[in-house]
């Protein structure tokens, strides 16, 4: 099992920046990928960024040159710094690990944290 706390949600104006944390405890060592994922009202969840434990990134294209995604392995925590907001940034983030074991792979979600950008 892997818990998920996340945090720094908030509410910015357009241009605005923030940064949230997420900090993994529990089986961390079968974590492979952390990443960061968002759902906006009346739409479906989707990626933001992702990072491996070796630290490749993935970026959505729509969050490219403004959100950077990172980890501190000493800390067990990833987190999402995003420059330049929209409107269109406005959603529920979620921390998301991947982990496998046996075999196995799954997921594990954090509570969210609100992100609102407004215009």
């Known amino acids: 099992q892997v818990q998920l706390v996340e945090s720094g949600g908030g509410l910015v104006h357009t241009g605005g920046s923030l940064r949230l944390s997420c900090q993994a405890s529990g089986s961390i060592f079968s974590i492979y990928r952390m990443g960061w994922y968002r759902q906006a009202p009346g739409k479906q969840r989707e990626l933001a960024a992702t990072?491996?434990?070796?630290?490749?990134?993935n970026y959505a294209d729509s969050v490219k040159g403004r959100f950077t995604i990172s980890r501190d392995n000493a800390k067990n925590t990833v987190y999402l710094q995003m420059n330049n907001l929209e409107p269109e940034d406005t959603a529920l983030y979620y921390c998301?690990?991947?982990?496998?074991?046996?075999?196995?792979?799954?997921?594990?979600w954090g509570q969210g944290a609100q992100v609102t950008v407004s215009s």
């Open positions: 998301n690990a991947k982990t496998i074991a046996s075999g196995t792979i799954r997921d594990y």
């Open positions: 990072i491996t434990n070796g630290g490749a990134t």
